[in-house]
Each structure stands twice: as C-alpha cells, then as structure tokens.
C-alpha cells in the first residue's frame, strides 16, 4: 500500500502547478499583446499603402500638368520633386517628434496590457 503524500510534497506538488500556470498565462498575456500591436500595425499600414498610392497618382498628374503649362513636361517633374525635398527637410528637422510621438503611444499601451 502507498503511504499517503505528505504536506510538504503537496505544497511542492501546489507550487510546481502554480509556477507552470503562471508561466502559461505569460506567455498567452504576450501572445494576446503581440496579436493586438501587430493587427493594429497592418490595419494602419494598409491605409498607408492606399493613401501613397493616391498621392503617387495625384503627383504624376500634377506634374504632368504643370509640366503642360511650362512648356516641357519635365519642368513638372522638378516643381514637384523639389516640393518634396522641402518637405522632407522641413520634416528631418521639425516634425520628428511628430512623427516618434504617435509610434511610441501606439505601442506602449498595447503592451501594458
């Protein structure tokens, strides 16, 4: 016949099962923050990848027609180039905390969840 466990080895028997679900609800609390950061991001980058799409063809043909107007079509082409290297001057200089600001909040609560 088996003796009957004693207290100590069920309260390590107790504390090995407590160790393991903790580790398991760790790992499903990280999985839940990942999928969450994650499905956000591609819902974002989607909208992204549509709105460039709308401002590359919005471009060629603003381009295309001042480039009508001055007389050579690559006269557009500059005009507008050059609108953008202001731009991204102005934006390399100003507008980082702008930009790094909205990232960062939109991963931080994620993960303190």
Same mark, same amino acid.
């Given at each position: 016949?088996?003796?009957? +466990?004693? +207290?100590?080895?069920?309260?390590?028997?107790?504390?090995?099962?407590? !160790?393991?679900?903790?580790?398991?609800?760790?790992?499903?609390?990280?999985?839940?923050?990942?999928?969450?950061?994650?499905?956000?991001?591609? +819902?974002?980058?989607?909208?992204?990848?549509?709105?460039?799409?709308?401002?590359?063809?919005?471009?060629? !043909?603003? +381009?295309?027609m001042?480039?009508?107007?001055?007389?050579?079509?690559?006269?557009?082409?500059?005009?507008?180039?050059?609108?953008?290297?202001?731009?991204?001057?102005v934006?390399?200089?100003?507008?980082?905390?702008?930009?790094?600001?909205?990232?960062?909040?939109?991963?931080?609560?994620?993960s303190?969840?």
């Amino acid at each position: 016949m088996e003796e009957p +466990a004693s +207290a100590t080895e069920l309260l390590f028997e107790r504390i090995e099962a407590y !160790g393991k679900t903790t580790i398991e609800l760790t790992k499903l609390r990280a999985l839940d923050t990942f999928s969450s950061i994650l499905t956000s991001l591609v +819902a974002r980058l989607s909208v992204i990848v549509m709105f460039s799409l709308f401002v590359i063809v919005l471009n060629i !043909g603003v +381009a295309l027609m001042l480039g009508e107007w001055l007389g050579k079509t690559y006269y557009g082409f500059f005009i507008v180039a050059g609108f953008y290297l202001v731009i991204g001057i102005v934006s390399h200089f100003f507008l980082h905390k702008w930009i790094k600001a909205p990232v960062s909040n939109l991963i931080i609560p994620h993960s303190l969840q």
